[in-house]
């Protein structure tokens, strides 16, 4: 957690460019991609005319389909992240006047363009008008696009091809922008089937099979997190944890909360549904199984982020910190696994920055010896990970006068010298990060606590011991 201390390529900026696809190796990436490229080429020659059959053999074959729909969906997104990227590389060919290659290039995203609306045809239970306008628009644009840059291979004439340049970047940027319309709306759409889904069934597995659908699509990004949120997806959430019959699924449940949570709308939701005090009394209630209270501290560590500007008007969380609290560390003492201690004591460290009393809270409940006690297990506090948050609730807590005796009693200071020299065993950057985030959260306790002389002392002394020991 932290510590305290309009130009026309604009447009093809398209919510559904999923950047962490980028960051995985080159050759995975284009088997991934192969087999789209390959069906692309081959719509080139059909011409995007799909093989039609008859109405009852289609409706066969949906229902026989081994995808779901989160399968089709990432499907849908990997296409679209196909074609922005190819209309990217477009802009950047037009700037270059590589007119040859800016048309092979437009005639592959019209064919993309086609096969997509085509895949989506065939597990789309529905359409609606305005989605078939928007098609229209952007298949009759594609068309336009593929015609303007062939005409413009027929002439070598400079001062011609300046003149149809901004022709052509303007009918580019209208293709990005027409796309961009159609992939949001077909978002909002599965959102919408998937979130009626929840509103009108009973069933456990329906309603199970829809939150896994939900997770997998807020898993796309903040923008995905905006739709599924805007279209009462919060709500929806809430509303299962609020029924004793869906127990089962309330771990999932809360785990996609977490992630809908991180932007600004899934919190006004949040707080319009008084999500907080449905938090409290999943906590609190010593019925729910340990998962079920792990996530949801993972949904309070989400919406007490440091990192996000507007959790400070959380209101409602104030009116019931000292149970959550109370709570979180009763869950940190009774971990039974790494995985549940981290979320608790990110929940925790999170809550220190919101609001100072959770500091006094923490002193008040024995806090501190309850984390280093755990710190001495190493089934529990496993990862650097881990250490972070405990040092940052020491750090925030090392404030009050009253906490030095604390850390003294429990070999407190032994533990945040060794914390000085925090190194990672993997050498995984996310790992090194950590541990340098431990070494300097360990050091600014210290220099904290040193106002107590009985700490400057043990600090002094155990330094000491290091030296002579080296």
């Avoid at 500091?359 to 984390?371: G, R, S, T, Y």
Wanted: aromatic fraction near 4%.
């Amino acid at each position: 957690m932290a510590f305290k201390g309009e130009d026309h390529l604009d447009s093809l900026s398209l919510p559904v460019q999923r950047m962490h696809l980028i960051q995985v190796d080159s050759v995975q990436r284009w088997m991934e991609d192969l087999k789209l490229m390959t069906d692309c080429e081959c719509m080139c020659i059909l011409q995007s005319k799909p093989i039609s059959i008859e109405k009852e053999e289609q409706n066969e074959l949906i229902l026989s389909s081994q995808y779901s729909t989160c399968d089709n969906l990432q499907l849908l997104l990997k296409r679209a992240w196909i074609i922005s990227t190819e209309l990217t590389r477009i802009a950047q060919k037009l700037e270059k006047n590589r007119w040859q290659r800016v048309h092979s290039m437009t005639v592959r995203v019209n064919c993309h363009v086609r096969s997509m609306m085509n895949e989506y045809s065939t597990f789309s239970r529905s359409s609606s008008e305005e989605m078939h306008q928007l098609e229209k628009l952007l298949v009759d644009k594609c068309s336009e696009f593929t015609a303007f840059t062939e005409r413009c291979l027929q002439t070598e004439d400079e001062e011609i091809l300046k003149s149809m340049k901004s022709c052509v970047n303007e009918t580019l940027t209208t293709v990005a922008q027409y796309f961009g319309q159609l992939i949001e709306l077909v978002l909002t759409q599965e959102a919408q089937n998937l979130l009626r889904q929840i509103e009108l069934s009973g069933s456990l597995y329906v309603t199970e099979s829809a939150v896994s659908s939900l997770f997998s699509l807020a898993q796309e990004g903040a923008h995905l997190c905006r739709i599924i949120a805007k279209e009462g997806g919060v709500v929806a959430l809430f509303k299962i944890c609020r029924q004793d019959c869906f127990r089962c699924l309330y771990p999932q449940t809360l785990r996609t909360l977490a992630s809908i949570c991180c932007v600004e709308e899934g919190m006004h939701q949040l707080e319009k549904v008084d999500g907080i005090l449905c938090l409290a009394d999943i906590l609190t209630d010593t019925s729910h199984s340990e998962a079920t209270h792990a996530e949801a501290a993972a949904v309070i560590a989400q919406i007490t982020s440091p990192h996000l500007t507007f959790t400070q008007h959380l209101s409602s969380f104030l009116e019931n910190m000292e149970e959550i609290v109370t709570a979180l560390v009763k869950l940190c003492q009774e971990a039974s696994s790494g995985e549940v201690f981290l979320l608790a004591s990110a929940a925790l460290a999170n809550i220190t920055f919101f609001d100072t009393m959770a500091c006094e809270i923490l002193l008040q409940l024995n806090a501190v010896k309850i984390l280093l006690a755990a710190c001495s297990d190493k089934h529990i506090v496993d990862t650097p990970y881990s250490r972070d948050q405990v040092v940052t609730i020491l750090a925030n807590m090392s404030v009050l006068d009253q906490c030095a005796s604390e850390i003294i009693q429990g070999n407190g200071v032994q533990l945040l010298m060794e914390m000085l020299f925090e190194k990672s065993s993997s050498g995984n950057p996310a790992e090194v990060a950590a541990c340098e985030r431990v070494q300097q959260k360990s050091a600014v306790t210290l220099a904290r606590l040193s106002r107590d002389p009985e700490v400057a002392e043990a600090a002094v002394k155990l330094s000491c011991k290091d030296v002579s020991s080296a």
